[in-house]
C-alpha cells in the first residue's frame, strides 16, 4: 500500500492506493491517522478510490481512526468507496459506523454542514 | 471433491505479521496464472490473509521459531487452501460476535466471520501432528 495527503478547506484528505493487508504497510495509514491527530487535524476523509481490497486488519484501522478523532472531537469520513469494500462494510455491519460519500468532495462539504448544524 | 485435480503448490512462512503480503502474493500469483476471476482472486486473497494472520498472531503466538503452511490445490471446480499452524489450537466458537452492537466498534475479532462470508467452506481441525488446520473452499462455478 502507498499513502499521500493533502489538504482542502481545513480537512485531510488520506489517499491510500494498493491493498490494507496488515503487516508494515499497513502501519502507514495507522501512524499518519494518529499524527493527524497529535497535530490537531481532526477533519479526515479517506479516499478509497484506488484501494484494490482490505481484510480486517485494514478495517481496524479505519475504526481506530474513527474513534480516536470522535474522542478528540473530529471525524473520519469515507469516500468513494469500492464496490468490494463497500461489500465488506456492508457484511460486517460497518456501513452503521462510518459516514460515505460518492466523493471526496462530497465528504468535504459535509464537514461544513455539520458545523453549521 | 469434485474436477480434475490439476495441481497442488505451498508456502511455509515465518511467524511474522510482517510477511503476510507473501501469503498474499503467493496466492495472487498462483490463481492469476491459471486463469481464476478476478473478484474470486480478490476474495480468496482476503480470507487467506485473514487465516494466516490469525495463525500467526493466535496460532503461533509470533513464535519467531514456528512457522505457517499455506497449501493450494486447484482443480477445475474449486480452489481449496489449507493453513496449518504450530500452536495450541483454539475454538473458533468461542470468538465474540462482530456484528453484536456492542463489538462493532472493537478494532479486532473479524477476520473468522469475513473468511466464511467471503468462501463456500471453511472447516477447522486439530492437526494430528500438533497446532489447527483450517481448510477453505471457493467454488470457480459460482452459482
Given at each position: 500500500?502507498?499513502?499521500s495527503?493533502?489538504?482542502?478547506n481545513?480537512?485531510?484528505?488520506?489517499?491510500?492506493?494498493?491493498?490494507?493487508?496488515g503487516?508494515?504497510?499497513?502501519?502507514v495509514l495507522h501512524?499518519?491517522?494518529?499524527?493527524?491527530i497529535?497535530?490537531?487535524?481532526?477533519?479526515?476523509?479517506i479516499?478509497?478510490?484506488?484501494?484494490?481490497?482490505?481484510?480486517?486488519?485494514?478495517?481496524g484501522i479505519?475504526i481506530?481512526?474513527?474513534?480516536?478523532?470522535r474522542?478528540?472531537?473530529g471525524d473520519?469520513?469515507l469516500?468513494?468507496?469500492?464496490?468490494?469494500?463497500?461489500?465488506l462494510?456492508t457484511?460486517?455491519k460497518?456501513?452503521?459506523v462510518f459516514?460515505?460519500?460518492?466523493s471526496?468532495?462530497?465528504?468535504?462539504?459535509?464537514?461544513?454542514?455539520?458545523?453549521?448544524? | 471433491?469434485?474436477?480434475?485435480?490439476?495441481?497442488?503448490i505451498?508456502?511455509?512462512i515465518?511467524?511474522?505479521p510482517?510477511?503476510?503480503?507473501?501469503?498474499?502474493?503467493?496466492?495472487?500469483?498462483?490463481l492469476?496464472?491459471?486463469?481464476?476471476?478476478?473478484?474470486?482472486?480478490?476474495d480468496?486473497?482476503?480470507?487467506?490473509?485473514?487465516?494466516v494472520?490469525?495463525a500467526?498472531?493466535h496460532g503461533n503466538?509470533?513464535d519467531a521459531?514456528k512457522t505457517v503452511?499455506?497449501?493450494l490445490?486447484i482443480?477445475?471446480?474449486?480452489?481449496?487452501i489449507?493453513?496449518v499452524?504450530?500452536?495450541?489450537?483454539f475454538?473458533?466458537?468461542?470468538?465474540?460476535?462482530?456484528?453484536?452492537q456492542?463489538?462493532l466498534?472493537?478494532?479486532?475479532?473479524?477476520?473468522?466471520?469475513i473468511?466464511?462470508?467471503?468462501m463456500?467452506?471453511v472447516?477447522y481441525?486439530?492437526?494430528?501432528g500438533?497446532?489447527m488446520?483450517?481448510i477453505?473452499?471457493k467454488?470457480?462455478?459460482p452459482?
Open positions: 500500500m502507498k499513502l495527503f493533502h489538504e482542502k481545513g480537512v485531510v484528505i488520506l489517499e491510500p492506493r494498493g491493498k490494507i493487508m503487516g508494515p504497510d499497513a502501519t501512524d499518519k491517522l494518529h499524527d493527524l497529535a497535530e490537531k487535524k481532526l477533519k479526515v476523509v479516499d478509497l478510490s484506488e484501494v484494490d481490497w482490505m481484510n480486517s486488519t485494514g478495517l479505519l481506530s481512526g474513527l474513534t480516536t478523532l474522542n478528540n472531537q473520519l469520513k469516500a468513494s468507496v469500492t464496490e468490494k469494500i463497500q461489500s462494510l457484511i460486517t460497518l456501513v452503521t459516514e460515505a460519500y460518492d471526496v468532495d462530497e465528504a468535504i462539504t459535509s464537514f461544513g454542514a455539520a458545523a453549521r448544524a | 471433491m469434485s474436477g480434475t485435480s490439476r495441481d497442488s505451498e508456502l511455509v515465518p511467524s511474522d510482517g510477511r503476510i503480503s507473501e501469503a498474499d502474493d503467493f496466492l495472487e500469483t498462483a492469476r496464472s491459471r486463469g481464476v476471476p478476478d473478484a474470486i482472486v480478490s480468496m486473497a482476503i480470507a487467506t490473509t485473514e487465516l494472520n490469525n500467526i498472531v503466538k509470533r521459531t503452511i499455506l497449501s490445490q482443480t477445475d471446480s474449486e480452489v481449496v489449507r493453513v499452524d504450530q500452536g495450541e489450537g475454538d473458533p466458537g468461542q470468538v465474540p460476535d462482530p456484528l453484536a456492542e463489538n466498534l472493537r478494532e479486532v475479532g473479524r477476520g473468522i466471520f473468511a466464511r462470508s467471503l463456500d467452506d472447516r481441525e486439530r492437526n494430528p500438533g497446532g488446520v483450517v477453505v473452499r467454488s470457480l462455478n452459482a
